[in-house]
């Protein structure tokens, strides 16, 4: 141990303090183990807490008929059934005994007037399956958990930057980083880190997701040897919001829609009869947003590129009680009443399928002492995300990591040690910028692989679009040796961001190489040069790892679907 | 297209003053707007707390032509071209320009004893509508501490040591009506809490971005409970005789 870092020791160290990294650190703080909780900002205030309109768990509060089974079966149908069955499985039987664990902690959901907890509809679930609290759950969600964390001596780290897994050998023996507050390098050994660090939003522009979401988790996950997979799975959210340009991007949630909201086109016509005369507006995300895209293509669009969403005809007593953020966020800052007209919206970059591959259920990466849990963890969705399946998604595997860690912790004879090697050499990385040469400007390049990712890895793809955009991204990162930083280490934005550039840029080559195999359109992922499904593609997921000379993609089998299982699938298509 | 005047707080613990920035103006732009694009074209040392621009999280907190406000919900227009000038939270000690030590917060949250249900009662509960409404609007709170900001008590009179300050009269509220709760908080709120230092100036209610009746719905109701528990003569006579032992409050 160095004298030029602070030093810290747990048994798990959870990264990340949104609903994963929170019931995750819950779960081990219960199996008896010290642990430590560290977040990029403020407790409370990671991306989770804009999670708008629920939490999907078939508690069949309002459709009796409602089950584990049907949950199971819209989940996989959703994915393209590239997911992990396994996962889903789990998932769909334990969400329930998660929503009302919540509300034991003090949560509190809408009711019905029988005093259950009230559930609405959302895109592509059978049954009204969403537990709620108007349209701000995840503020819910994320205080409750953070009142139950710091209650059940859980350590709390705010405002510390982890860049760097640390490894004894090839097992897991912490993390390092830096305090962002005056820039004062940390090392915390640990038996077991838990990834829980969302996703990577941020390297698109137009997007709905913080600051924090640049990834960093998942491309430390890489950086010490783990499979990522699914990662050219990224899903746009087909309503964002359009105008003015500063707020271009912002989540419009989908209960809006779940409310009775309808999307019409520039000449007044509800478009979604002619893509899904079914579902109508409640279509799966990948569907509805590819529709909107298809109107503006059509020369249909609203005068900002998007189409018109309304809800006004549900009166405004109504939206303002169910949908009070929707209502307030419009009226403050586009100068929108949605109580008496319509929305102008368009898709915008919301979540990722892909990331960290882990064991089913335990949320193991494939190192040793490396769990992941939550959006940065693969294999749940597949190729497309429901809505509210990510809030149940952070619950759920959250706990088990935690669990899983804890244990795992325990089996762990002696400290691994750190190796103030590793230490000091992220720490000239992490200091670069500040060398005379540094030329290049953080938030440049960051503007130029968002642009990179939004012309060639947006919702209609290529191979020669795909093949492009992936040269611009390896040119980026051989500018991104040179980013440049000025002023102190003392809470500096600028010099932070080149350690943000460089995880985005790894993801975004990421995205591409696996984008460029996947030669079908599946879910999120819509190659206009392979427009249909291809079976072979159906059985298979992307993997991608370091290797010795870089980036490597190869594949890996879908599980198979047992026979019980491939039932609920049938019965219910 | 126009440009913004925005004076910014430069400093830290050392010292600092204000500086003068030229911002081009686009439509609909908040003052977070501006303070990225001095980061990103100006001076990236500029320091400020952000999250979702949403004004869901809380983050961007600052004070806005003296005015505890959220920088991500606080356009440009209406300052009608006049400058802009942004400071720190006052109440809070400096870390650098716009970023200040907020960690007491977290601390007294760590103080007020959590949800705590019967043992016994594991639900899943039934808990009617009416039951559960009025406490939605202390749920909403985004933790943004610009009622600490703004609390007399906290900011002119250095009363962190005396009082918790209406974000956790507003917690506190939410726990004691939970119908679920069993644990009474009257107790610290007339000790640590220091209820009895709020003089209902309401200001705390004029800066809530979440619009909660911080004074009205939470810390007077609050005060009845803790008048109605210490300084009720019945009740007072019922304590001579059954001890400590005491029933819920409203």
């Not at chain 1, 040269?471 to 930083?485: G, H, P, V, W």
């Not at chain 2, 707080?9 to 204000?18: A, I, P, Y």
Request: charged share 25%; net charge neutral; proline share 5%.
């Amino acid at each position: 141990m160095a004298d030029w870092y602070e030093a810290r020791r747990y048994d798990v160290l959870v990264i990340g303090a949104g609903g994963a990294g929170l019931r995750a650190a819950i779960a081990a703080a219960e199996a008896g183990v010290k642990v430590g909780l560290v977040c990029k900002s403020l407790l409370g205030k990671a991306h989770t807490v804009m999670a708008e309109g629920g939490i999907a768990a078939a508690l069949g509060n309002l459709d009796p008929n409602d089950n584990w089974e049907v949950h199971f079966a819209d989940t996989m149908r959703g994915g393209q059934r590239i997911n992990d069955y396994r996962m889903v499985e789990i998932f769909a039987k334990e969400a329930p005994e998660r929503v009302y664990e919540l509300e034991r902690w003090g949560g509190l959901f809408d009711r019905t007037p029988e005093g259950k907890i009230l559930q609405r509809p959302f895109g592509a679930h059978t049954y009204r399956r969403l537990c709620h609290v108007g349209d701000r759950t995840g503020l819910e969600l994320i205080r409750t958990l953070q009142d139950r964390a710091v209650h059940s001596g859980v350590e709390v780290l705010m405002e510390v930057t982890l860049s760097r897994l640390l490894k004894d050998g090839d097992r897991i023996a912490g993390a390092f980083g830096y305090r962002r507050e005056d820039g004062r390098f940390i090392a915390i050994g640990a038996k077991a880190v838990i990834l829980a660090t969302g996703g990577w939003g941020k390297v698109y522009k137009v997007t709905s997701n913080s600051w924090e979401c640049t990834g960093d988790g998942c491309a430390m996950a890489y950086e010490a040897g783990a499979e990522l997979m699914d990662m050219e799975m990224v899903q746009f959210h087909p309503t964002g919001m359009v105008w003015p340009p500063g707020v271009r991007g912002i989540l419009v949630t989908e209960a809006v829609r779940g409310e009775g909201g309808i999307l019409r086109n520039a000449k007044g016509e509800r478009f979604m009869q002619t893509y899904d005369p079914k579902k109508l507006e409640l279509s799966s995300r990948d569907v509805v947003s590819r529709s909107i895209y298809k109107e503006v293509e059509a020369g249909r669009g609203s005068p900002h590129g998007g189409a018109f969403l309304d809800v006004s005809h549900r009166g405004a007593e109504y939206i303002k009680k169910k949908l009070p953020s929707m209502y307030e966020q419009f009226l403050k800052l586009a100068d929108v009443d949605i109580t008496k007209g319509p929305m102008e919206v368009a898709p915008t970059i919301h979540y990722v399928m892909g990331g960290v591959r882990v064991a089913p259920g335990e949320g193991a990466s494939t190192v040793p002492g490396l769990f992941a849990a939550g959006e940065v963890a693969a294999g749940l969705h597949g190729a497309n995300r429901l809505g509210g399946n990510s809030l149940s998604d952070l619950v759920v595997f959250g706990k088990r990591a935690g669990e899983h860690a804890a244990r795992y912790a325990k089996g762990v004879d002696g400290d691994p040690r750190i190796d103030d090697g590793q230490a000091d050499e992220e720490r000239r990385l992490l200091l670069r910028p500040f060398d005379s040469g540094s030329t290049e400007n953080p938030y440049e390049l960051h503007a130029e692989l968002q642009e990179a990712m939004g012309t060639h890895a947006g919702i209609a793809r290529t191979g020669e679009g795909l093949r492009a955009g992936l040269d611009k991204i390896l040119s980026l990162q051989e500018r991104a040796e040179r980013m440049r930083a000025a002023g102190s280490l003392l809470y500096n934005p600028g010099w932070h961001a080149c350690r943000d550039v460089r995880f985005m840029l790894i993801l975004c080559e990421a995205i591409f190489r696996a984008a460029i195999e996947r030669t079908e359109s599946r879910g999120a992922h819509w190659r206009l040069d392979f427009p249909d499904q291809d079976a072979g593609w159906g059985r298979k997921n992307l993997v991608v790892q370091r290797g010795d000379r870089g980036m490597t993609v190869s594949t890996r089998s879908v599980p198979e679907v047992p026979p019980q299982l491939a039932r609920l699938l049938e019965a219910t298509a | 297209m126009t440009d913004a005047t925005l004076h910014v707080f430069r400093g830290d613990k050392t010292g600092g003053d204000l500086r003068t920035y030229q911002v081009p103006v686009t439509e609909g732009m908040v003052v977070l707007d501006a303070i990225h694009y001095i980061q990103q074209h100006e001076d990236s040392t500029l320091a400020c707390r952000w999250n979702c621009k949403a004004a869901k999280c809380g983050s961007c907190s600052a004070e806005v032509n003296g005015k505890p406000r959220l920088m991500c919900k606080t356009r440009l227009d209406q300052f009608m071209g006049s400058p802009v000038t942004v400071r720190p939270l006052a109440a809070f000690p400096l870390i650098k320009d716009l970023v200040t030590d907020v960690s007491w917060n977290y601390r007294v949250n760590q103080e007020i004893p959590p949800f705590t249900p019967a043992r016994d009662d594991t639900g899943p509960w039934r808990m009617y509508p009416e039951d559960v409404d009025r406490m939605f609007e202390f749920r909403r709170c985004i933790e943004c501490f610009l009622c600490q900001d703004v609390c007399h008590v906290l900011r002119e009179h250095d009363g962190t040591s005396r009082y918790y300050g209406p974000r956790f009269m507003v917690r506190i509220a939410g726990l004691e009506m939970h119908p679920k709760d069993t644990v009474s908080r009257a107790h610290l709120l007339r000790g640590r809490g220091g209820i009895g230092f709020c003089n209902i100036t309401k200001c705390c209610e004029e800066v809530c971005p979440e619009e909660i009746h911080i004074t009205d719905n939470a810390i007077i109701p609050l005060k009845e409970r803790v008048a109605d528990e210490y300084f009720d003569p019945w009740r007072a006579l019922l304590r001579a005789f059954r001890g400590r032992r005491e029933p819920r409050g409203t």
